[in-house]
């Protein structure tokens, strides 16, 4: 079985050790290895050494090709598929719901035809997320051309859905960024959160459909993706226009995935070998996405205050206009005795 690593730097690989894929923020990150996407998102904060890569102790193959309207990249293993999908709306030829649909389907064929059945964790940046297409929001058209596509490929959708986020970019290129796998993760809910796939019309005739949280299997340990989390509770956004309390029903909303996770590992420790038994929110990596620059310092002190020091805080719209940020998280849960890093 395959190991997979978060890790917030290729600096240090282990001898056997290698990059599946990942996230930078700098276009000064470079590797030879693996799919890499640069973010297309401002840093507020100029300098950072923190990336998101994922890590495996296989040599990955790394492929990239061309559909109508993208292009997509991906490396693989026998275990685990890491890629992003590229593509321009055709603005006034096509919806964003048409561009949102093709390009989910071209990913979900790729992953059904490489026999990768298990979607892990997807992130969407979506450029413009908040204006309006004709009479629709275009993060609802998102939305429907999301879940046309995932009605499409009921083998890999079969009411389970990874962990994700939708963010707005700035530019005009739609990305979809993707992590699948052979093995089956615990799909992972919040309590204190409506399942998204039965928040009401008044958000769009189509649901987002994501879990909160995905945790993943390993032989030494297991690997936790949290979804972009924002100040919501039952379905309802809270506290808008007051980014302090935002955060803070953010953070309690993060603490609850954490402590399902958390249960999870402890009442399946036959099969989460060397994994230690409960993570904190000071041991995850962090990416913070700010709508308004200016609460920068506002958001930071706060987590810090929370013991969150390993983030990332970039500048992007959030899928609720009335939501001034959103918060997501990875880690392992490795003991210091299994021989792997500890935490993200």
Known sequence: METLII??????????????GGM?????????????????????????????????????VTHECSFPRGTIRYSKTREFIFGYIRTEQHLGLEHLEETSQNAYREMLQLCLTLQFPHLLRIWNYVPHINEAEGMTERYRL?????????????QII????????????????????????????YYIENPRQMSSSFYPEQYGIAPPLFSRATLVPQV??????????????????????????????????????????????????AEFTNAQYSLSLSELFWRIYIRLPEHLEIVRSVLQQAGITQAVYVQADICRTELLLEIEASANYFTPQSGHIKNA
Do not use: W
């Open 7 to 20: 890790s917030p730097s290729a600096q240090q690989l282990k001898q056997s050790q290698y990059v599946l």
């Open 24 to 60: 930078s923020h700098t276009h000064e990150f470079a590797t030879e290895q693996g799919t890499i996407l640069h973010l297309p998102l401002p840093l507020l904060e100029k300098k950072t050494e923190l990336h998101e890569l994922i890590l495996i102790d296989t040599l990955p």
């Open 142 to 154: 998102f939305n429907i051309g999301r879940k046309k596509a995932f009605d499409d490929y009921p």
């Open 158 to 185: 079969s009411n389970r859905y990874p962990a994700a986020c939708a963010l707005g970019s700035f530019d005009t290129t739609f990305r979809i960024v993707f992590l699948a796998s052979t093995r089956k993760p």
């Open 220 to 269: 030494a340990g297991a690997a936790l993706f949290i979804s972009g989390t924002a100040s919501i509770v039952g379905h309802e956004s809270r506290h808008k226009n007051n980014i302090q309390s935002q955060v803070h029903e953010t953070l309690q909303n993060l603490n609850t995935i954490l402590t399902q996770a958390n249960m999870i590992i402890k009442e399946n420790r």
